[in-house]
């Protein structure tokens, strides 16, 4: 084939993009993902995975994995509208609604279709919608993708929210969107603040809390529960690849919410449904996320062990409480060469640089799981002592 017109052009573009230390490559994992893994063929610990509870290689996964494909085959065949949503799908949307203690729930095949789908179907022409600067990428691409006007505010500043949403008064809708635990911070949006200016506003509030359910909350209800919220609720978007060790999404809300997204949500409609078999290995996890508390309790020993350990040694840590524990380096070559001195130790870290985040903010992001024991933390943070400043 001839090479298409801009095809040096595109070809300038990705070496000046490794000529900045931005490029990005797939790395090539063997085996289970979990605290040890085996990447490009050698075996290194891992703070790189969003597996906080330790759960995508679980037995009890597997096994209701493996018995329902027995049942169910492999694929669902079909979207949910049409012949796709199986009876774990239908088991899973009741036992999430009385997780979350909302009316009803809507199962999504991603969290990035989860999030396109509820703006684009919630939202039109003469609503608006007004983002966390630093909110999640689908998060932002929903909004663009929704013929709503576009509001930001900078990261959790809520004086600038409240002047958005004055500013937007005259909008027939508007939506409050923010991801509950930030995904490259892993700090808490300040909900209870959120859900005043809301009310104050009349405005809608739309919550991504991938990294807080399962992980904050007693029974691992996420930032919700950790604000102990009991009337109003946000919109919740949930997803399973992260905490709940499986993959796929849901958003909980009440039944009109509900039923605008099976009508209206096209992420949810033109899409064939997850095999029910990860339906059934999710409820499993479900299940395992509220009865063993221990990992939720684990889990903050850890992240305590670990802060403590990089104040001492006088790492930029950042205000975080939660398994995400990111150090901001700064310029993204110095954030690059640390994260490869790590490696040299064989431990995996995240090495985050803009677009992910922004300009001069690039950073380790180190994250923490249940699997993860008090040796694995002093290793982490004697390879960083050798590593930092050098
Ligand atoms: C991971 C993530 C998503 C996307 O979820 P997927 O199921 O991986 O598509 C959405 N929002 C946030 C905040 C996330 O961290």
Redesign the pocket.
């Known amino acids: 084939m001839s090479q298409l017109p801009w095809h040096s052009q595109l070809q300038q573009t990705l070496t000046e993009r490794k000529a900045a230390g931005l490029y990005r490559r797939t790395r090539l994992r063997d085996g289970e993902q979990g605290v040890e893994v085996v990447l490009d063929g050698r075996k290194m610990l891992s703070f790189s995975s969003?597996d906080y509870l330790g759960f995508a290689a679980h037995p009890a996964l597997k096994k209701a994995f493996i018995e329902s494909l027995d049942q169910e085959g492999v694929g669902s065949g079909a979207a949910h509208l049409l012949t796709g949503h199986s009876r774990y799908h239908h088991q899973l949307e009741e036992a999430l609604a009385e997780f979350t203690g909302q009316q009803r729930v809507l199962l999504f095949s991603?969290?990035?279709?989860?999030?396109i789908g509820v703006i684009d179907g919630l939202l039109g022409k003469t609503d608006v919608v007004v983002q966390d600067k630093l909110?999640?990428?689908?998060?932002l691409d929903g909004g663009r993708l929704s013929e709503a006007q576009q509001l930001r505010y900078p990261h959790a500043a809520m004086a600038l929210l409240h002047q958005r949403l004055h500013t937007a008064a005259n909008s027939r809708n508007k939506l409050i969107v923010s991801?509950?635990?930030?995904?490259m911070d892993g700090d808490i949006a300040p909900l209870p603040e959120i859900m005043d200016l809301a009310e104050q506003h009349k405005a809608g509030v739309l919550i991504?809390?991938?990294?807080g359910l399962g992980v904050l909350g007693q029974n691992g209800g996420g930032v919700i529960e950790h604000f102990g919220l009991t009337q109003q609720k946000p919109i919740l978007?949930g997803?399973?690849?992260?905490a709940f060790g499986t993959?796929?999404?849901f958003v909980a809300a009440d039944e009109v919410v509900i039923e605008t997204l099976v009508q209206q949500a096209r992420s949810f409609i033109y899409t064939t449904a997850q095999p029910p078999a990860i339906a059934a290995a999710t409820l499993a996890s479900l299940k395992l996320v509220q009865q063993e508390t221990w990992r939720r309790d684990k889990l903050q020993q850890l992240i305590k062990q670990f802060r403590d350990g990089a104040d001492q040694l006088g790492l930029p840590l950042m205000p975080s409480q939660t398994a995400i524990q990111p150090l901001l380096i700064g310029d993204d070559k110095k954030a690059f060469k640390l994260g490869q001195d790590l490696e040299q130790h064989g431990i995996l870290v995240g090495i985050i640089r803009p677009p992910t985040v922004p300009k001069n903010t690039a950073r380790l992001r180190i994250t923490l799981s249940a699997a993860h024991d008090a040796e694995h933390i002093d290793k982490l943070l004697g390879a960083l002592e050798a590593s930092y400043g050098h």
Do not use: Q
């Open positions: 969003n991603t969290g990035y279709m989860a999030n909110n999640h990428a689908s998060l991801d509950g635990v930030f995904s991504d809390d991938a990294h978007v997803t399973f690849g992260k993959a796929g999404a």
